[in-house]
């Protein structure tokens, strides 16, 4: 069953770079958003450190939204989301699917982004990017887990990319708290990440467990 | 014991009533074909049937299966075609048909799905995305799905749309074979004259109820 999971993953994935679509215009979207910051604050190398917590994690946001706006975007079309869900798998798999090809997605953005972020704002903590990293993956995880279930519920709604936006929001802000804080405890020398860590984890695990439920729950007709 | 047995089923969208107690039963190597009304319920059945929809009232049982609690089941043994082709514009045929096996959890090489593109006659195109195909090429692609699914129960919403006299002949042929391999057919169609080829039995939906008759039901 995870095979079905894993080729719906590959499914939008494939879609993605074939079209040039979510992929390029996240990139192109996190870029803007990072030389327009530069551009307004000027900061010094000292100021930078203290920004860049919230700057990664305020460009993660904003192109995980756009990602996830388009996530059932290949579904519209010859009514391929109907075919999906007759699928001969649990609609939790479906869901998994979508998600891991989310998720992949916004990680590939992201390892691009955060280097670049450093590098624009002359941040020097290149020894601890992979903990930044890690840090970013744990807030990825819930983020894309709940966005992809809100962008399930908001698909057939006109104006489904601002209700998204408006519903995630709200529910992301605790998570997003956790991150910015984690991060800048990895970043200081004798800082303290764990505690926000944990509340990361526990999170992703709320997000997660209870996303492929509600995912079936709202797909029964 | 009938293979497809359908007792009671209502449905209901909001306050209007679409299917009103329709009873149906089915054996091996049967077709039906249901005639209808625009609006009469002939796709709410069929949708019912795939398990899209769950059931409101009634029962369905294929194969010993119960829809309630074996919907998945249920979904592994028919293929229900729509108006929809269900297929991703950006994968190629081959794609697309790997795409389905996989999901279906069906066990087939890439050439088992190259020789069912053979067989609906798109074999040129098995590599090019399917985005530019046109509506009668969509519908064969679609068919294909039957021959690699091989299921118990057959579903079809208006196939011989978008179809030339060539595809239609090539159809009938493509669902006289399934039903001589012990298949069941349960079609919608506006059509009968293409469908004659075909041995069925027509069934009338009208006011929410199945019928032989062509006549209005009494309610």
Redesign the interface.
Known sequence: MLKAAYRIAWKDMVGDLRRRSSLSSMLFFSIAVLVVFQAAFEPDRQAAVKLLPGLVWATMLFTSLMGLGRVFQAEEENGAFEGLLLASVPRGIIFLGKWMGNLLLTLLVQAMILPLTMILFNVDAWHVIHHIFGVLVLGILGLTGLGVLLAAMTQAARSRETLLALLLLPLVAPLLIAGVQATAGVMEVDGQPWPWIKLLLIFDTVYLALAPWGFSWLVEE | MAKLAVTGLHHRFGRHKVLRGVELSMHSGECVVLFGDNGSGKSTLLTLL?????LQKGQYILDGLDSRSQG??I??KSV?I??????????TPV?NL???T????LDCSKETIRKAIDNVGLTRFADR?SRWFSAGM?KRLTLARVLLAKPTLLLLDEPYSALDTQGVTWLNNILADFLSNSGMIIMASHDPQRVAALSHTPLFLKKGQLSTKKEALSC
Do not use: V
């Open positions: 795939s398990t899209r929809f769950a998945e089941e979904r592994s229900f729509s108006h929809n082709s269900h297929l991703y514009g950006h994968l794609e790997l795409f389905f996989e999901l279906r959890q995305p969509k």
